[in-house]
């Protein structure tokens, strides 16, 4: 009965096309610096040079989000985030892709769903260090639609044009992994033709100063699975993603199946045995119509900190084949918290692309409770399904599945 | 479009004035009420209470309220915890300690920051394993968020719990807000009517743009500068005759609902 709880009435879900996507982090702009990076071994990580201090830790940071402006007719939105989520849609030729699909189904057709944790939170932080004389924010930041968490998803609809479902999805670091459960249901109910999906979210000190308070920041570059592990590195990213039905893009990789389950354990650590992990990771397996050991490569949530990983290397080892090969990137990325689920679908997206496997880079000695499964370094293979997971506070957990078009 | 046809197992409010649904019938009905009791958010347990942030009590007594009326088990319940703000004190708190010394900011503080905070105190409460959302649309969230319940109900056929619900803000935050009060509102979604069946809703789509239906007259000053308060046109027709309304679910766009009650 091990579906008695998320997946009871879990059935095969339509495969939808992933016909475009894109990525922004510290690994650089677009996929094919990611797809470099990962390949030479290159994480993106560098000593904390972002916000207030004292700089704690590591952080990956995406270069030359500052410089990034907004096109006057957005100016209103201008903000870090707002300039690394523009800086991301301009990769890839994502912009003309989601023009193509307006323009093919019309506005209201296309669906927006972003997450993201914080949203443009830096933005508020800095009206609270800018008080005027009266302890009002300064004029300049009295946009109230900057100090809102559906800012980036109300910023993507104006940047985008479009005016379908629109949505923010914050459940911490499962967010934009839980954008493509709801994309899925949205067209499969022909609520949308197509949908953007993905997410954003931007270095700033909220999340630095409180993962810092929670003692979850290494004070060196994260080492995800490492026996002697102490923490995460905060990073930044952008990523998107273009979904439609199959049959507007029969060679596209596809997205197979998605599962979300919560824990109910407690607001800021998993599961130690993985309860809620393995009822997304079931539901998302159902979804796909595929078992276990059809899974070539599983992009691991692995942030480095030591419950994460104890919990994940454990669920690994009992449910997967050593055949199925698997790593963390938070080594190459960071920790890029409601973009993690965007940006890690990328990357098993270019798996299946390029036939590659990127190791887990950051472990030195590898923790003993790691299986057969982990690819401490690059492997070439053949991947027909890459699987993702995304855990997030309060125990809420996603799961992806993703194919190589038949 | 074919409408989107769902059911209503339960509904919970509460904002200053109204402590549950039942008052927001009388108070339609011309009864004169006392102002509401704080919201108890009995489904926490008592430690869990005195630590919950107000985000949190309020959204957790408004789901409550529906699951109660619905009977379901919690434990396997979806649930869509919508909040267009967020706990708006608690982003103050933080502004303002990073502002002043970073490095002093509560661990607490910041868990209870997170836009899932209500999600996770309810599975945790409740025990809850099935999947959980938070999300947001600014002043369109309660729209937004019934149409992500009700693809889950549709696409997933199984019930789905939805609250919507803003605090009042405060601080320096408070002038971008312009929410200075707070409300909250629960729905209990199935796909197929039952023994606990309230109402039937058909939810569609429209194609045009129109100004969304506004709140009763009595209950202008409750729904204004609350965005989770957009759900008022929809909770007056349940505790009424039914009827349709529309509820914006993003910038030009709205829902249509129609509200048939259930004897």
Redesign the interface.
Request: net charge neutral; glycine share 8%; with cysteine.
């Given at each position: 009965m091990r579906n008695?709880?998320?997946g009871?009435?879990?059935t095969p879900m339509t495969p939808l096309a992933v016909s475009a996507c894109t990525v922004t982090s510290a690994l650089g702009d677009g996929l094919e610096a990611q797809h470099e990076a990962l390949r030479s071994g290159r994480g993106g990580l560098r000593p904390n040079d972002f916000g207030?201090a004292?700089r704690l830790g590591w952080v990956g940071r995406v270069a030359g989000v500052e410089a990034a402006a907004l096109p006057a007719a957005l100016a209103d939105w201008d903000c870090r985030n707002h300039r690394l989520a523009w800086l991301g849609l301009q990769q890839d030729g994502f912009l003309d892709r989601v023009h193509a699909a307006r323009a093919r189904y019309g506005a209201?057709r296309v669906a927006l769903l972003l997450g993201t944790?914080t949203a443009s939170?830096g933005a508020?932080?800095e009206?609270?260090?800018r008080?005027d004389a009266d302890?009002?924010?300064p004029a300049d930041l009295?946009?109230?639609?900057l100090?809102?968490?559906?800012s980036l998803?109300?910023f993507a609809?104006a940047a985008l044009g479009l005016?379908?479902?629109?949505?923010?999805?914050?459940?911490?670091c499962s967010s934009s992994a839980?954008v493509f459960?709801?994309a899925?249901?949205?067209i499969?109910?022909?609520?949308a033709d197509a949908a953007v999906v993905g997410g954003v979210d931007s270095l700033c000190?909220?999340v630095l100063?409180?993962?810092?308070?929670?003692?979850l920041i290494s004070p060196v570059a994260c080492r995800p699975f490492d026996a002697a592990r102490d923490g995460i590195s905060i990073g930044e990213a952008a990523g998107f993603a273009l979904l439609e039905r199959t049959d507007a893009a029969p060679r596209a990789p596809r997205l197979l199946g998605y599962g979300?389950?919560?824990?109910?354990?407690?607001?800021?650590s998993p599961h130690p045995e993985g309860?809620?992990a393995e009822?997304a990771l079931d539901a998302a397996l159902a979804r796909a119509g595929i078992d276990a050991a059809q899974v070539d490569y599983v992009n691991l949530h692995g942030t480095a900190s030591r419950a994460n990983d104890a919990m994940e290397a454990a669920l690994l080892a009992r449910r997967f084949p050593a055949t199925t090969r698997a790593s963390s990137t938070k080594g190459f990325t960071g920790h890029t918290l409601g973009a993690a689920g965007i940006v890690e679908a990328t990357i098993a997206l270019q798996a299946i692309e390029h036939g590659f496997v990127p190791g887990n880079l950051g472990a030195a000695t590898p923790d003993p409770a790691c299986g057969p499964q982990f690819a401490w370094r690059n492997e070439a293979r053949r991947v027909d399904v890459a699987l993702s997971n995304s855990f997030?506070?309060?125990?809420?957990n996603a799961c992806l599945v993703f194919g190589r078009a038949p | 479009?074919t409408p989107?046809e769902l059911f209503v197992e339960g509904i919970g409010l509460w904002s200053p004035r109204l402590g549950d649904f039942a008052a927001l019938r009388a108070l339609l009905a011309g009864a004169v009420l006392d102002a509401a009791a704080a919201p108890a958010a009995a489904l926490l347990p008592a430690n869990e209470r005195r630590r919950a942030p107000e985000s949190v009590r309020l959204a957790v007594e408004v789901a409550g309220q529906a699951l109660a009326m619905s009977g379901r088990d919690p434990?396997?319940l979806a649930c869509v915890f919508a909040?267009?703000?967020?706990d708006q004190a608690i982003?103050d708190a933080?502004?303002?300690t990073?502002?002043r010394a970073?490095?002093e900011?509560?661990?607490t503080r910041?868990?209870?920051?997170?836009?899932?905070?209500p999600?996770?105190?309810w599975?945790?409460a409740?025990?809850?394993?099935?999947?959980?959302?938070?999300?947001?649309?600014?002043a369109?969230?309660f729209g937004?968020?019934l149409?992500?319940a009700a693809?889950?109900v549709?696409?997933?056929?199984?019930p789905v719990l939805l609250a919507c619900s803003d605090i009042a803000g405060r601080g320096?935050?408070l002038?971008?807000?312009?929410c200075d009060h707070a409300f909250g509102s629960a729905l209990l979604l199935a796909p197929a009517a039952g023994a606990n069946t309230l109402a039937r809703l058909r939810l569609t789509?429209p194609?045009d743009h129109a100004a969304s239906t506004p709140p009763p007259a009595t209950l202008a000053a409750a729904a204004a500068g609350n965005p989770a308060a957009a759900a008022l046109p929809l909770l007056a027709l349940l505790a009424g005759r039914g009827g349709r309304c529309r509820i914006g679910?993003?910038?030009?766009?709205e829902l249509l609902i129609d509200v048939e009650p259930v004897a």
């Open positions: 008695r709880y998320a009871a009435m879990t207030s004292p209201r944790s939170i508020t932080e009206a609270y260090r008080l302890g009002r924010f009295r946009r109230p639609a100090h809102a968490p559906d998803s109300a609809a005016e379908g479902p629109c949505l923010t999805i914050s459940t911490a839980k459960a709801s899925a249901r949205l499969e109910l022909d609520l000190d909220n100063f409180g993962f810092n308070a929670l003692e979300e389950a919560s824990d109910a354990w407690h607001m800021s309860h809620g009822l997030g506070f309060g125990g809420n | 479009m989107l434990g396997t909040s267009a703000h967020g982003t933080i502004c303002t990073l502002a970073p490095a900011l509560s661990p910041f868990h209870h920051s997170v836009h899932n905070a999600a996770g105190y599975t945790i409740t025990g809850c394993r099935a999947p959980s959302s938070a999300v947001c649309a600014g369109h969230t937004a968020a149409l992500e693809s889950q549709l696409a997933e056929q199984r320096p935050l002038e971008m807000t312009g789509l194609t679910r993003a910038a030009a766009a």
